[in-house]
C-alpha cells in the first residue's frame, strides 16, 4: 500500500494513501492492535526503515477488512493537506540528459550507456520541494521560460556506497514523483562580460529557483515495484497532455544511478535521487508556464501530483 505525509488538525503524520482518502497510520495500528508510533517520518515506514515490519502488519490488518468496515479510519482526501514524503533530505540529486527521446528533442544525440556516465546535479532541498497541490512560482528574475519535467523520484531506504548494480535496489526504499521545474533561459547580469562555463552555470541556477521541486502525492514502498522501468509517465499542462513515455526508456536505469552516484559520494536513508525526464518539455515546442496554468504529473501505479502555477 502506498505511503503519504500529510496535515490535519495542525499535525503531520503518515498514512496509507488512496486517491479519494488518506488512513492515517497511526489511526489504522490501533485498529490493527499493533504497537506502532511513526510521528511523521515517512522513510521509517518504508523497505529498510525501523518500523517497516510494524506498518506490514497493520497492512496485513486493514487488507482482510471490507472498506466500510474502515470507514471510520479514513480522512476524505480534500480534508487533509499532502505534503512531500521527505521534507528535509541531506541531498536531493537528479540527472540531467537520461531519456534518448529528451536529448534528441534538445538537438542532441544520445550515446550508448557504455560510453557514457549519468550527469548528476542537485537542488537545494528546503526551498525547492513543494508540497502537492501548492503553487510553483514563477520567479520575477526571469518569467518567461519556466518549463516541465516530470521525473520518476527514488527514495534511499538503506546507507549505501560502494553498491554494486545487481545489489542496488535492495537499498532504495520507494519512488515517488518529481517535477523538474526549469527555467531555461535565466541569464544573471544580462549585460556579464561572458566567461566559457556561463553556459552551464546559467542552466544550472535556472533550477535552483524556489518552489522548483514539487514532490509527491505519496511514496509506492519498494517491495511493491519488482521493476521500476516498466512505469508509465503521463503530464499534463491544462489538460492537455505534454509528456507521455515510460521508464524503460531510461539510459541509465535506477540501479545503474544507485551504483554509480554511490560509486563516490555516500546515499543516506531519506535521500532522494530523480531520475531524468522523458521527451516532451515545453522548451521543444515553445511552449512555457504562465501564471494561472495547472500542472498535473502522473506515473502509473505511484498516482498524480498537482500543483498550480502562480
Known amino acids: 500500500m502506498r505511503l503519504c505525509r500529510f496535515e490535519h488538525a495542525g499535525q503531520a503524520q503518515v498514512g496509507f494513501y488512496r486517491e479519494d482518502a488518506v488512513i492515517p497510520l497511526a489511526a489504522a495500528a490501533d485498529f490493527a492492535g499493533v504497537d506502532l508510533d511513526a510521528g511523521d517520518s515517512l522513510v521509517a515506514c518504508l523497505p529498510g526503515g525501523e518500523l517497516r515490519e510494524q506498518v506490514l502488519?497493520?497492512?496485513?490488518?486493514?487488507?482482510?477488512?471490507?472498506?466500510?468496515?474502515?470507514?471510520?479510519?479514513?480522512?476524505?482526501?480534500?480534508?487533509?493537506?499532502?505534503?512531500?514524503?521527505?521534507?528535509?533530505?541531506?541531498?536531493?540529486?537528479?540527472?540531467?540528459?537520461?531519456?534518448?527521446?529528451?536529448?534528441?528533442?534538445?538537438?542532441?544525440?544520445?550515446?550508448?550507456?557504455?560510453?557514457?556516465?549519468?550527469?548528476?546535479?542537485?537542488?537545494?532541498?528546503?526551498?525547492?520541494?513543494?508540497?502537492?497541490?501548492?503553487?510553483?512560482?514563477?520567479?520575477?528574475?526571469?518569467?518567461?521560460?519556466?518549463?516541465?519535467?516530470?521525473?520518476?523520484?527514488?527514495?534511499i531506504g538503506r546507507r549505501a556506497k560502494g553498491v554494486s548494480e545487481a545489489e542496488a535496489l535492495d537499498y532504495?526504499?520507494?519512488?515517488?514523483?518529481?517535477?523538474?521545474?526549469?527555467?531555461?533561459?535565466?541569464?544573471?547580469?544580462?549585460?556579464?562580460?561572458?566567461?566559457?562555463?556561463?553556459?552551464?552555470?546559467?542552466?544550472?541556477?535556472?533550477?535552483?529557483?524556489?518552489?522548483?521541486?514539487?514532490?509527491?502525492?505519496?511514496?509506492?514502498?519498494a517491495d511493491e515495484c519488482p521493476d521500476p522501468q516498466k512505469l508509465h509517465l503521463t503530464l499534463k499542462v491544462?489538460?492537455?497532455v505534454e509528456q507521455d513515455g515510460s521508464t524503460a526508456e531510461m539510459v541509465f536505469p535506477v540501479a545503474a544511478i544507485v551504483e554509480f552516484i554511490s560509486?563516490?559520494?555516500?546515499?543516506?536513508?531519506?535521500?532522494?535521487?530523480?531520475?531524468?525526464?522523458?521527451?516532451?518539455?515545453?522548451?521543444?515546442?515553445?511552449?512555457?508556464?504562465?501564471?494561472?496554468?495547472?500542472l498535473e504529473a502522473s506515473i502509473e501505479n505511484i498516482g498524480m501530483l498537482r500543483n498550480p502555477v502562480v
Open 57 to 155: 502488519a497493520v497492512q496485513a490488518r486493514l487488507k482482510n477488512h471490507m472498506d466500510e468496515e474502515l470507514g471510520e479510519l479514513k480522512l476524505d482526501i480534500d480534508s487533509v493537506r499532502l505534503l512531500v514524503p521527505n521534507p528535509n533530505p541531506s541531498k536531493l540529486l537528479l540527472l540531467a540528459g537520461n531519456y534518448a527521446k529528451h536529448i534528441e528533442e534538445g538537438g542532441g544525440r544520445a550515446e550508448e550507456r557504455a560510453r557514457t556516465f549519468p550527469y548528476v546535479f542537485m537542488k537545494p532541498p528546503l526551498t525547492t520541494l513543494t508540497n502537492p497541490g501548492d503553487p510553483v512560482r514563477i520567479p520575477a528574475a526571469s518569467p518567461d521560460h519556466i518549463d516541465w519535467e516530470l521525473e520518476l523520484g527514488v527514495v
Open 238 to 240: 491544462n489538460g492537455e
Open 172 to 221: 532504495v526504499a520507494g519512488y515517488t514523483v518529481v517535477n523538474d521545474i526549469s527555467d531555461r533561459k535565466f541569464k544573471p547580469n544580462p549585460n556579464r562580460t561572458e566567461r566559457d562555463k556561463d553556459g552551464f552555470f546559467d542552466w544550472l541556477h535556472g533550477k535552483w529557483h524556489d518552489t522548483f521541486c514539487p514532490m509527491g502525492p505519496c511514496v509506492l514502498p
Open 263 to 294: 560509486s563516490f559520494v555516500t546515499l543516506e536513508p531519506g535521500d532522494i535521487i530523480s531520475t531524468g525526464t522523458t521527451s516532451g518539455v515545453g522548451s521543444a515546442k515553445g511552449k512555457f508556464l504562465r501564471s494561472g496554468d495547472s
